[in-house]
C-alpha cells in the first residue's frame, strides 16, 4: 500500500521545490520518490491551485502531436508516390479512347 503523507508535508516539499530545490535531490534527501513529488505538483496544478499546463490539457496536444506526425509521413508517402508515378511517365493502357484513329 502507498505511504500516506500529510497535507502539510506535501505543502512543505512542494514550497522548496518552488523555492528553486531540485526534485530530484530533495527526493533522495526525504526519501521519497521524485515521481510522487511530480505527482504532487500535477494534483496541484490540475486542481487549478497552482499555475502551469493541467493534465488534460497535456494529453490533448500529446494525441494532437501524434496525428500532425501521422498526416505528415502520409503526405510524405503520397508526394514520393506521386513524384514516383511523374518520372516514369505512366500511360494507361490502350483504351477504346486511345485506340480511335
Same mark, same amino acid.
Given at each position: 500500500?502507498?505511504?500516506?503523507?500529510? @497535507?502539510?508535508?506535501?505543502?512543505? $516539499?512542494? &514550497?522548496? $521545490?518552488?523555492? %528553486? +530545490?531540485? &526534485?530530484? /535531490?530533495?527526493? &533522495?534527501?526525504?526519501?521519497?520518490? *521524485? *515521481?510522487?513529488?511530480?505527482?504532487?505538483?500535477?494534483?496541484?496544478?490540475? *486542481? %487549478?491551485?497552482? @499555475?502551469? $499546463?493541467? !493534465?488534460?490539457?497535456? #494529453?490533448?496536444?500529446?494525441?494532437?502531436?501524434?496525428?500532425?506526425?501521422?498526416?505528415? /509521413?502520409?503526405? !510524405? #508517402?503520397? +508526394?514520393?508516390? &506521386?513524384?514516383?508515378?511523374?518520372? /516514369?511517365?505512366?500511360? @494507361?493502357? %490502350?483504351?477504346?479512347?486511345?485506340?480511335?484513329?
Amino acid at each position: 500500500m502507498p505511504r500516506q503523507y500529510s @497535507p502539510q508535508f506535501r505543502e512543505r $516539499v512542494l &514550497a522548496l $521545490v518552488h523555492d %528553486g +530545490r531540485d &526534485a530530484g /535531490e530533495l527526493a &533522495a534527501e526525504l526519501r521519497i520518490s *521524485a *515521481a510522487t513529488i511530480y505527482r504532487w505538483r500535477q494534483e496541484r496544478i490540475d *486542481a %487549478g491551485d497552482i @499555475p502551469g $499546463v493541467d !493534465s488534460t490539457l497535456t #494529453a490533448e496536444l500529446t494525441d494532437a502531436r501524434r496525428r500532425i506526425r501521422e498526416l505528415e /509521413e502520409e503526405l !510524405s #508517402a503520397t +508526394r514520393l508516390a &506521386a513524384s514516383i508515378l511523374k518520372d /516514369e511517365r505512366i500511360r @494507361p493502357k %490502350g483504351g477504346s479512347r486511345s485506340s480511335r484513329p
